[in-house]
C-alpha cells in the first residue's frame, strides 16, 4: 500500500486514464494522497516568439478544466499542471512531492509492439520510487 501516488494524465480519446486513477485508489493506504498531473509540453523559444502570451494561458486554463473534468467523481484526488518536458517533468514532480509510487499507461493502444512509450520509459528507467505500469 502506497501514501502519495502519482498518477500522470494526457488527454487523448484513446487513453484510458480512469483505469489508472482507479489503480491508484486501490492501492493507496488510509489517509493517503493522490496527485494527477498533466505536463504541458514547452513550446520551443523559436515558436514561441510567434505564439500570443494571451493564447498560452488560455490554452493553460483548458488544460486544467480538461483535467478537472476527467477527474470527475474522483473528489479525493488533486490535480496539478505544469509546463516542461513530459518525462523529466513527471520525474521532478515525483521527487518533489516525495511520491512514493507512480501509476502510468505503457503507451498509446495500437502500439503493442513496443514494450514503453518514451515517456513510460523515462519514468520507469529513473523513478525515485516504485512505477506501476499498466499494460
Ligand atoms: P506513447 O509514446 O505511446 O504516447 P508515452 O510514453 O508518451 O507513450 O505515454 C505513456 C503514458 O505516459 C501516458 O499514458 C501518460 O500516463 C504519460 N504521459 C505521457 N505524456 C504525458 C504528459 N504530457 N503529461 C502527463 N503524462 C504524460
Redesign the pocket.
Known sequence: MYKNILV???FDES?NSEE?LKIAERVLEEGGKITA???I?EVPSYAATYIDESRIRQARTEVEAALATKLGDHKNISSRVVTGH?GRT?LEVAEDMGADLIV?????PG?QDYF??????RVVRHAPCGVHVIR
Do not use: F
Request: aromatic share 0%; net charge positive.
Open positions: 500522470p494524465i494526457i487513453r489508472a498531473l498533466h505536463v509540453e513530459p513527471i502510468i499507461a505503457s503507451h498509446r502500439l514503453l512509450g518514451s515517456t513510460a520509459a
